[in-house]
């Protein structure tokens, strides 16, 4: 964990889609900048030019457009792109980085429910990015409200909304497999409450990464 605010903080929010998790990033940074902190408020795949560019490769047109091994690719160079271009000059200038989404999400979708292939998520990691966050905050919920809430949403971005409530199990409790096997930095907050109070609970496990 992050002792000198001159190496910044790194902090990724992750769940299943509709948790809450974006909505959360804001409201975190808001409240942290109010606080005087310097604060970057990113997001993946994307937070850089490239991997913007990427990003709408990846999520738009036809769902079978890409392998999940092709997927892990470009989730890869887009997170490689990012991390260089946006995320450690941030953390050398001592800033706080909030990411709506990282590498944990590479270990679910590609690892477990687009595709059997931890293993190679891994392998890749470790080769090209090399660095987990120094704090994850999950935002728990159970997908039938995950999954309304996202549906409430209109948009392009749609080669990954249609998972069904089946995978949406699967990945709450891929997610929370993964918070017990990264105990040291993952934080499970319950996401299907008001967001005020979620709220909360984000800044207190953030607050003690802090000091
Ligand atoms: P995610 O980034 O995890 O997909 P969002 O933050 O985009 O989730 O939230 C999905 C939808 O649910 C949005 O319309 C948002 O306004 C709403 N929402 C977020 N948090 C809550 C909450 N605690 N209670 C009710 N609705 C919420
Ligand atoms: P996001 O825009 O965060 O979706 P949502 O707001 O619905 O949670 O992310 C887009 C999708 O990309 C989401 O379904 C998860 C997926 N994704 C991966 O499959 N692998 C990854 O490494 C990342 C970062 C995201």
């Not at 905050?137 to 996202?150: C, F, K, Q, S």
Request: hydrophobic residues 40%; glycine residues 10%; negative net charge.
């Amino acid at each position: 964990m992050n002792t000198s605010n001159s190496k910044g903080l790194f902090l990724t929010f992750e769940g299943i889609d509709g948790s809450g998790k974006s909505t959360q990033a804001r409201m975190l940074a808001e409240t942290l900048r109010a606080a005087g902190h310097d604060v970057v408020l990113t997001r993946e795949p994307g937070g850089s030019e490239g991997a913007e560019q990427i990003r709408r490769l990846v999520l738009e047109g036809d769902p079978d457009r890409w392998s999940a091994a092709t997927e892990l690719l470009l989730f890869t160079a887009a997170r490689r792109d990012h991390l260089e271009r946006t995320i450690e000059p941030a953390l050398a200038a001592g800033k706080v980085v909030i990411c709506d989404r990282f590498a944990d999400s590479s270990r679910m979708y590609q690892g477990l429910s687009r595709g059997n292939l931890r293993a190679e998520v891994d392998q890749l990691h470790a080769l090209m990015i090399g660095r987990e966050p120094d704090l994850t905050l999950l935002i728990d919920m159970d997908p039938e409200t995950g999954l309304a809430r996202a549906k409430g949403r209109q948009g392009t971005e749609e080669r990954f909304e249609d998972f069904g409530l089946e995978l949406q199990q699967t990945m709450r409790a891929g997610f929370l497999a993964l918070a017990a096997e990264f105990g040291d930095r993952i934080r499970v907050i319950d996401g299907a409450r008001d967001m005020d109070l979620v709220a909360a609970d984000v800044l207190a496990h953030t607050q003690a990464a802090l000091t």
